[in-house]
């Protein structure tokens, strides 16, 4: 299987701030990489795929980069309602998840 | 609009067996290969099984195999997760996913409950 890292696992942020959430898997996954958000009490939805696409409806302070084995996801000008769990996802073979990161506001 | 809605939950007793369904809308469902995902209280994500579009390929994770079985009926857009010899550690919120174009998840539904507990 493989292994993914996130880090960290806890982020405290201030509204407007730009924040960075990190992924590394345990062997190259060729940017099949996807992020989720999930708000308490709710299913995750998808934010990225294909390590920096954009899904639907997503706002365009969420962005994602990466390649090999290092991803990273950024949101700029934190805002109250990404208060929210995010996980990363690796697809390039049997899917495996983050551990997550637990963002909230200072 | 895409929809996936879980049914099934329940508190079972160890050893005991149970069956989840997932009916889908909003998109055609026999095009797409579904998903099981399971979230234990407080934990991450654990991906448990997935199934093609029409059912001719299943794959499951080394923690059910041989215990839990993924099926569907396209003539009733729907998912099921047959699950047996449960385990106090298959307490989880049960969540059934689509596929996108790739592998990841694009649309989950909002989960049901599975309690192992004596």
């Known amino acids: 299987d493989i292994q993914m890292t996130q880090s960290p696992a806890s982020l405290s942020a201030s509204l407007g701030e730009t924040v960075t959430i990190e992924c590394r898997a345990s062997?190259?996954?060729?940017?099949?990489l996807a992020w989720y958000q999930q708000k308490p009490g709710n299913s995750p939805q998808l934010l990225i795929y294909?390590?920096?696409s954009l899904a639907d409806g997503v706002p365009s302070r969420f962005s994602g980069s990466g390649s090999g084995t290092q991803y990273s996801l950024k949101i700029n000008s934190l805002q109250s309602e990404d208060v929210a769990s995010y996980f990363c996802?690796?697809?390039?073979?049997?899917?495996?998840f983050g551990a997550g990161t637990k963002l909230e506001l200072k | 609009e895409v929809q996936l809605v879980e049914s099934g939950e329940g508190l079972v007793q160890p050893g005991s067996s149970m069956k989840l369904s997932c009916v889908a809308s909003g998109f055609t469902f026999s095009n797409y290969g579904m998903n099981w995902i399971r979230q234990a209280p407080k934990k991450g994500l654990e991906w448990i099984a997935l199934?093609?579009?029409?059912?001719?390929?299943?794959y499951y994770a080394d923690s059910v195999k041989g215990r839990f079985t993924i099926s569907r009926d396209n003539s009733k857009n729907t998912l099921y997760l047959e699950m047996n010899s449960l385990r106090s550690e298959d307490t989880a919120m049960y969540y059934c996913a689509k596929f996108g174009v790739g592998g990841y998840f694009d649309f989950w539904g909002p989960g049901t409950m599975v309690t192992v507990s004596s």
């Open positions: 062997e190259d996954i060729y940017s099949n």
């Open positions: 294909d390590a920096n």
């Open positions: 199934i093609y579009y029409d059912s001719s390929s299943k």
């Open positions: 996802q690796q697809y390039n073979n049997y899917p495996t």
